[in-house]
């Protein structure tokens, strides 16, 4: 028998406001971070790998967090864990007095995508298939057992969900084919950071050119000048048939946003992508009744299924951007990926940040065999950083992910990294080659 | 000069669970707790005092939060701090790097709203004034200024805000010779809770009776079979002209809910409480819908300012209860009084927890002087636990709180309280009499 016998969590922080890399109207320092979660077996050639991702200040908050939540995995047999990973979600999310510090939103939840993720990583290797393989083999009754239906039966019940996997079925070893040659689409945001001057923001959309991307994605909403300059420098580099996409970030209020947006329609972007609260259905609604046909979109601070289920049926977005280290891992995420087939949005999830690139790759996979079945205006992002940290980094060609085919989740981070910067006591923050500052239970 | 020199969080745990007091059907097991904040200044007989409320374990995750969100505070000038309190708020909640753990929600606003309920805890004794009567004493001007209006302006700006407490000042003082001579109306939900048998809620109900009271409150949802036996028992007692209010406590799904109080409705409960997910704008649109003329209300576990907007705006709720330690204290709060009065919903606070009955008291008369205007379909929960853990506890006399006079919001807890409950080093959880565990920092 192999056991879990100890739970290992990491403050990450790589110190990327150095650069300016991910600034934005909102955000203008983050230094991109992880609340790393190891699951320590028996077999010391097993492990499972998860993390949430933040941006700095609060990640230990969240690793504190973390290891609370993964205290009940200790001395678990794998076997069990990961053939019935809907009730190790119920039963780690059903802890009451941790509940009301949400629910299902902020640090407990990031920190419950943290534990799921490392428990869907486990299982994934215990399997010995990369995830995406490991959920496109599940029967569809243990893919319905392990989604959370809570709060959703009024806009999708099991069998409506069984049905709907069912229906795809007979038709994925062709889409298979297409994504073993092809690989899904991705678009980049590597060139459009706030921080940038015009000059490195020209250079950066002409490469991404160059590499065959056909959709970029700029950020504004500081200033609404600097704005109009610049979505002119990136038509006049990418042309008119790409897609622009544009994200602000939540700065705006709603009336706002669409004084502010009508001002840059005549670039036509794509998207707006978060152009207010996240947590405001109705007035995504209100916004994209006011710049149709520009598109809504909204997802990454989507804080669980039950806000997606609302935006769904509040017809507030066009894109769903939904988070793999910000919903609570599969188990919250199947549902979401069919609450968005059944209302006809296209799901591109949120990617970037510390390795959300290596988790998306695996829901995008899954979500065009077995869900949506189509490719059509879908296009997950992509952004080229901190890549290298990554044991099973993603792969992307010609502005596609290429298909993974390791065994797990993607998320395992090398340990050289983690010595490195750890916080506070990594080498890089420390200055000193020191260890890192793991926190190991168990 | 007085200075804020140090922050004092402290986590303190009762042990409620022993006696099932506060259990409910989602709830069953809870440990009465507060992530308690002090902010120390220059001048030992001058502290602010505030808390977050919990059920037990994760307290010392929202201490945590709380103790990082405060340090801004130290070395301040206390009247530079208790001058501007907006501007404070503002600087508080823009760290970016921890907005990104919500925005706005979960531990991190748990944790701004135990930092700022002992900041306006501090301006309250500072003024040498009680929090109601600091607010009604604020100019307009200045009132408008502390409040957080972000995300908002779709349907509350500035000037509408300044307008609606403009046009009650001529007839505040007699709605204040009103409350000096009735106090504000409450109800109990001392005798409810779900753990209680038949008997103990029979007796209960009794009590409340000849307390004075003329509205209870049962908490229901676990079974249909013990909610109807429960409720005839509550009919029975109080008779058909009280109010009778339900609480599920987040327990359904729409059509669950909806279908189990059908069940429920010849009891002619006045409201259904939190019937389902607290995010659930549209759901609780839809069970108000089916359940008319039976109200619903929710607001304990709302999250933020946003939430409320929008269950204003979808006509999703008859009654708002909001909770003065998980919405970001007075700054976030006011605006929300606001918008209820603009929607002509009544607030009618969830109270209860740990000292919550001791805020609430304040919020309740200032909506009365300066906002609603109204004592009709107000009442204000009054759960009759732990007061004694007080300095200044509020005093409830047939059925109504009796104002406030000392100075403050308060907050306060005796010392003695917090070496005995604070976890897990206190004498209680340490079964020995040791000094508590406060974590002081400046």
Redesign the interface.
């Known amino acids: 028998m192999t056991t879990i016998i100890a739970v290992e969590v990491v403050d990450v922080r790589f110190p990327t406001s150095l650069t300016q890399d991910g600034s934005d109207a909102?955000?203008?320092?983050?230094?991109y971070s992880a609340a790393y979660v190891i699951l320590h077996t028996t077999d010391p050639a097993l492990s499972g790998y998860g993390f949430t991702f933040?941006?700095?200040?609060?990640n230990?908050?969240?690793a504190?967090?973390a290891e609370?939540r993964a205290m009940p995995l200790i001395g678990r047999d794998v076997d069990d864990v990961v053939s019935d990973l809907g009730g190790i979600y119920r039963e780690l999310s059903s802890?009451?007095?941790?509940?009301?510090?949400?629910?299902?939103?902020?640090?407990?939840?990031?920190a419950m995508a943290a534990v799921m993720n490392a428990a869907w990583d486990l299982a994934a290797r215990r399997a010995g298939k990369p995830l995406w393989q490991l959920l496109a083999d599940m029967p569809t009754d243990d893919l319905v057992d392990v989604m959370d239906l809570?709060?959703?039966?009024?806009v999708l019940t099991r069998d409506e969900a069984a049905q709907m996997l069912e229906e795809l079925r007979p038709t994925r070893a062709e889409r298979l084919e297409t994504l073993r040659r092809d690989g899904y689409p991705c678009y980049t945001t590597s060139a459009g950071w706030l921080g940038y001057s015009d000059e490195k923001l020209r250079r950066l959309l002409q490469e991404a050119v160059d590499q065959g991307y056909t959709d970029v994605k700029l950020k504004v909403g500081a200033n609404i000048d600097d704005d109009v300059r610049r979505l002119a420098i990136a038509r006049e580099v990418i042309g008119e048939d790409a897609n622009l996409m544009i994200d602000a970030n939540?700065v705006w209020?709603?009336?706002?946003a669409i004084d502010w947006l009508q001002k840059l329609a005549p670039f036509r972007p794509r998207w707006i992508e978060e152009p207010?609260?996240?947590?405001?259905?109705?007035?995504h609604a209100?916004i994209r009744a006011a710049m149709a046909p520009m598109g809504v979109a909204t997802g990454e601070?989507g804080?669980?299924r039950?806000?997606f289920?609302?935006l769904f049926?509040?017809n507030a977005i066009d894109y769903c951007q939904l988070d793999a280290a910000r919903l609570a891992s599969i188990n919250e995420i199947l549902p979401v990926y069919l609450m968005a087939k059944k209302f006809g949005v296209p799901v591109c999830p949120h990617a970037g940040g510390v390795g959300l690139c290596e988790l998306v790759q695996h829901l995008s996979i899954f979500d065009y065999l077995a869900v949506s079945g189509t490719l059509e205006n879908r296009v997950t992002e992509f952004v080229d950083h901190l890549h290298e940290h990554f044991v099973d980094p993603c792969i992307v060609r010609n502005g596609a992910y290429v298909l993974p085919s390791r065994p797990g989740y993607s998320a395992e981070i090398y340990r050289a990294s983690l010595d490195e910067y750890s916080y506070p006591d990594g080498s890089y923050w420390s200055g000193s080659r020191v260890e890192g500052t793991a926190s190991v239970v168990g």
Chains 1, 2 share one sequence.
């Open positions: 909102m955000n203008k320092d983050g230094d933040t941006i700095g200040r609060g230990d908050i969240c504190m967090a609370q802890d009451s007095q941790l509940r009301w510090l949400g629910p299902e939103k902020g640090v407990e939840h990031l809570r709060y959703l039966t009024d939540q209020d709603v009336g706002q207010t609260s996240p947590d405001d259905v109705l007035g209100t601070h804080m669980n039950v806000l289920k609302q049926q509040a």
